[in-house]
Antibody, heavy 118, light 107 residues
Framework: QVQLVQSGAEVKKPGASVKVSCKAS????????INWVRQAPGQGLEWMGW????????NYAQKLQGRVTMTTDTSTSTAYMELRSLRSDDTAVYYC???????????WGQGTLVTVSS | DIQMTQSPSSLSASVGDRVTVTCRAS??????LNWYQQKPGKAPKLLIY???SLQSGVPSRFSGSGSGTDFTLTISSLQPEDFATYYC?????????FGQGTKVEVK
């Protein structure tokens, strides 16, 4: 079955960086893209961006431009999301979700809690 | 950015009730509208895509309708496992945007 498995929880200090991984299985990794969505505690869902696993092309949310980088490793079917210059309001659960150009997210990872605290 | 507004923000219902959640886009998005269900501590789950297409494995009591700017998610007969938060999401343009969520609670 199609599955996305994410790396474990992280605790970071303000100003640090975090890199979250998302390993795909059960489908051809390069046939689709990976989106990243985050959810602050008690809040709604915020789309962060998308990467094509085939071309590596990216599309980032403007508010995160310059702080976020999404990459993929096709040899291991793994996607990565790195967020730099962390602030307290980056504390959230970060999800990867499979999705193509039609824009719906049909499979989600289990989520990775990133806590930013001094 | 396209703003998505859901109503109500929360509702109380009983098992067996018919439940309707609405979602309005700030501009026309054709049928590029998707619905998700999220339970506490879990990842969202795709229910409906392209406004009215039922995702594989999702019970037929869930249905979606609408086009343009106004959309509806309907649960025909609420079941105990349906108490959750529901989000709409537009896929007409980037950035992809979500509604603020509708929490369906036990009456």
């Amino acid at each position: 079955q199609v599955q996305l498995v994410q790396s474990g929880a992280e605790v970071k200090k303000p100003g640090a960086s975090v890199k979250v991984s998302c390993k795909a299985s059960g489908y051809t990794f390069t046939s689709d893209g990976i989106n990243w969505v985050r959810q602050a505690p008690g809040q709604g869902l915020e789309w962060m961006g998308w990467i094509s696993a085939y071309t590596g092309n990216t599309n980032y949310a403007q508010k995160l431009q310059g702080r976020v980088t999404m990459t993929t490793d096709t040899s291991t079917s793994t996607a990565y999301m790195e967020l730099r210059s962390l602030r307290s309001d980056d504390t959230a659960v970060y999800y990867c979700a499979r999705g193509g150009s039609l824009g719906w997210f049909d499979t989600w990872g289990q989520g990775t809690l990133v806590t930013v605290s001094s | 950015d396209i703003q998505m507004t859901q109503s109500p923000s929360s509702l109380s219902a009983s098992v067996g009730d018919r439940v309707t959640v609405t979602c309005r886009a700030s501009q026309t998005i054709s049928s590029y509208l998707n619905w998700y269900q999220q339970k506490p501590g879990k990842a969202p789950k795709l229910l409906i895509y392209a406004a009215s297409s039922l995702q594989s494995g999702v019970p037929s009591r869930f249905s979606g309708s609408g086009s343009g700017t106004d959309f509806t998610l309907t649960i025909s007969s609420l079941q105990p496992e349906d108490f959750a938060t529901y989000y709409c999401q537009q896929s007409y343009a980037t950035p992809r945007t979500f509604g603020q969520g509708t929490k369906v609670e036990v009456k």
